[in-house]
């Protein structure tokens, strides 16, 4: 069963993240502001082959971060954030046009679904009946099939009193395969002390499986001027699921003590990650994995801290809230130099790394992960914070 709103949801959020869940204006919120305020301001990104226009949406919060979104995939552009010395740069991956979007992208910055992950060959079954999904991964269906919900043109409106964006999507009965006609609202809001709160729902008139996330691509130094290998993380989780050649989880919950993927006390993501001895690191190329996030578990829909990742250099901190169960860390082990993005910079392998906040990969085939399927009448519903800070 999916999560659903909850005041124990409430609770947690506004303990665990002090005022971030505060709106973030009593001020009105325009593009004449101050640089001290809030605001949400858009322009034209540009057209897409079939003529419709999409915009960029340019989120300011007081604290000066800067985050710009477009509603086509709802991808995160660009995203300021402060350095120990309080210069703002560039922690995203991303392009400098919509026209590198449309060409091709590992999914930067963007929001991933009907299905965020794989499903294995790309079929499961609800209720006695098998359906058959878009391979684009062969021989697995990926982060919703060929056109995603990273694909979409999702309909935009600014809450200029919470300094938001609501971005609305109805993914139609059987795009891509999936069941059932699915009505998704993503909320991106940005607190004044610059932190990130994306909420997602989604209803359907038929059962069907859902799994939203986000595919941002981070690189703490700024503008993504060193490798992420630097970095040191702390993963609040002692297991992770092991995965077969394609990367689909075997069944096994495995502990990570002892081994490369054990990140309950912070360490370099650089210190274990060409460790090919390790079976694990060899099939995902470094880690390409779903980490389980450790919670309490009467209290399975709250807020907690999944991540925290520090470049020691720029002092950065990034920490990761979430409501989901699991987090996909990836670190673009696929990247490798191909891609030249913003500013002329060619994004090298391990340049980022994603934090894809989910429920586990193939859940629809491997019935002893916790649910996703979603039926009618009921609301989906998570919720996944970014928290930026600087350590001196
Ligand atoms: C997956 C990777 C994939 C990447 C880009 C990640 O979420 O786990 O295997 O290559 O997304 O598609």
Redesign the pocket.
Known sequence: MLKYHSLAFIIAATLLLGGCNSPSSNQTDNQSTSDSMSSISSVVFGQLPDGQIVNLYTLRSKSGTEIKITNYGGIITHWTAPDNAGVFEDIVLGYDTLGGYLKDT??FGAIVGRY??RIAKGKFTIDGKTYELAINNAPNH??GGKIGFDKAVWEAKTIDAENALQLSYVSKDGEEGFPGALTCTVLYKLTDEGALEITYTATTDKPTVVNLTN?TYFNLTGEAKNDILGHELTLNADRFLPVDAG?IPTGELRAVQGTPFDFTKSIKIGAGINNVQNEQIKLGGGY?HCWLINRPTQNTDSLVLAAIAHDPGSGRVLEAFTTEPAL?F?TGN?LNGGITGKNNTKYEKRCAF?L?TQHYPDSPNQPQFPSVVLRPGQTYRTKTVYKLSVKK
Do not use: K, R, S, W
């Open positions: 590992p999914y965020g992950n990926l982060h595919h990367l390409d996909q990836y696929f994603c894809e």
